[in-house]
């Protein structure tokens, strides 16, 4: 898209009174609808120690972050959600915890993307904290860290863990955002749009282990090391 219609789709997207400061509304999307083509099997569902799945690792730490109004599990068809932990079947019991079908999960990230923050467009967010299922070593203290920054400034669009620069989830979304996510196709994630001058937002730098995520056995098989260690 060129950087002319991103302009106009933010312009469009802003409010006339903008949110104040300290106010923003945040819920979480977790996106848990991947095919796990690299690993030959539902990767959700591995577990890194005994009863412990890797899909339900880092939902509990967004379910422990009071600051996310509710949280989104975006999954594919068919997904039976044994993989849930049991404190997370709880919040879904009381509506803080939700799971939302995206059907067309497997024409690519942008897609799973998409259905979850269309929800989170429902629930009138103004921000969307953007998890993926198979990071299991994300840090209860690295979401706070990022919300805090997001709720500083009142103009932010995004805010990003950095790995050396590089902007990666998790990430907040805000609102004048979800327009041109909108029109991402296949594997595109927002990544892509944080360059444009259209969006401004900061990148918060976090450790190397907290960007770790499971898509070949290999790489499980580490992940099960550091897990228990």
């Known amino acids: 898209m060129k950087q002319e219609k991103m302009v106009e789709l933010r312009k469009k ?3 006339e009174n903008m949110v104040e400061l300290g106010k923003k509304k945040i819920v979480g999307v977790y ?3 991947g095919s796990s083509r690299r690993m ?7 577990e890194l120690a005994v009863g412990v799945s890797l899909g339900g690792i880092a939902l509990l730490k967004a379910l422990a972050c009071a600051e996310l109004e509710q949280v989104i599990v ?3 068809e068919g997904d039976t959600l044994a993989w849930l932990p049991e404190e997370a079947r709880g919040q879904l019991a009381s509506g803080r915890c939700r799971t939302v079908v995206c059907r067309d999960a497997g024409l690519g990230m942008a897609h799973s993307l998409r259905t979850g923050i269309q929800v989170a467009e429902e629930l009138a967010a103004d921000g969307a904290m953007v998890m993926l299922a198979d990071q299991p070593f994300i840090e ?10 997001y709720k500083a400034d009142a103009d932010y669009d995004y805010v990003a863990s950095g790995d050396q620069g590089i902007p990666k989830p998790p990430v907040i979304l805000g609102s004048r955002m979800w327009s041109a996510i909108a029109s991402l196709e296949g594997d595109a994630g927002a990544r892509a749009l944080f360059h444009l001058p259209a969006f401004r937002g900061q990148i918060v730098e976090a450790a190397a282990l907290t960007f770790m995520d499971i898509d070949t056995p290999q790489q499980y098989e580490e992940a099960k090391t550091i897990y228990k260690s």
């Open 13 to 15: 997207a802003k409010p």
């Open 31 to 33: 996106l848990a609808a």
């Open 40 to 46: 030959g099997t539902a990767k959700q569902s591995l």
């Open 74 to 76: 975006v999954v594919q």
């Open 140 to 149: 209860e203290a690295m979401l706070d860290e990022l919300i805090d920054a």
